[in-house]
Nanobody, 123 residues
Framework: QVPLVESGGGFVQAGGSLRLSCSASRLPWTDLNMGWFRQPPGKEREGISCITWSGDTTYYAQSVKGRFTISRDNAKTVSLQMNSLRPEDTAMYYC?????????????????WGQGTQVTVSS
């Protein structure tokens, strides 16, 4: 079974919103920081947001700051609320886990990955 399962991707017009969710029901929730990454076609995977195990510290890439909001709950779900979407936000989006500690947006620091969910924003 896949340890992380994403949902919520889809097709939306520019300016619209989507909410991505990632369930980590089989993982030790309070031992893990969580991150969201995206990978446009032909480009490298980019860390766009992450949150500590306690939820008290978050990070956003400059490209999404002020538009995206990461959150987590006690039901072992991490969410990414995406507002004011732009065509350049089109990508496959992944959630991932890293060990509890300092936040990092480097993909190599993350050990479990979801299968990804596609987000497409039309102009």
């Amino acid at each position: 079974q896949v340890p992380l399962v994403e949902s919520g991707g889809g097709f939306v017009q520019a300016g619209g919103s989507l909410r991505l969710s990632c369930s980590a029901s089989r993982l030790p929730w309070t031992d893990l920081n969580m991150g969201w990454f995206r990978q446009p076609p032909g480009k490298e995977r980019e860390g766009i947001s992450c949150i500590t195990w306690s939820g008290d510290t978050t990070y956003y890439a400059q490209s999404v700051k002020g538009r995206f909001t990461i959150s987590r709950d006690n039901a072992k779900t991490v969410s990414l609320q995406m507002n004011s979407l732009r065509p350049e936000d089109t990508a496959m989006y992944y959630c991932a886990t890293s060990p509890r500690g300092a936040l990092t947006r480097t993909p190599y620091d993350y050990n479990y990955w979801g299968q990804g969910t596609q987000v497409t924003v039309s102009s």
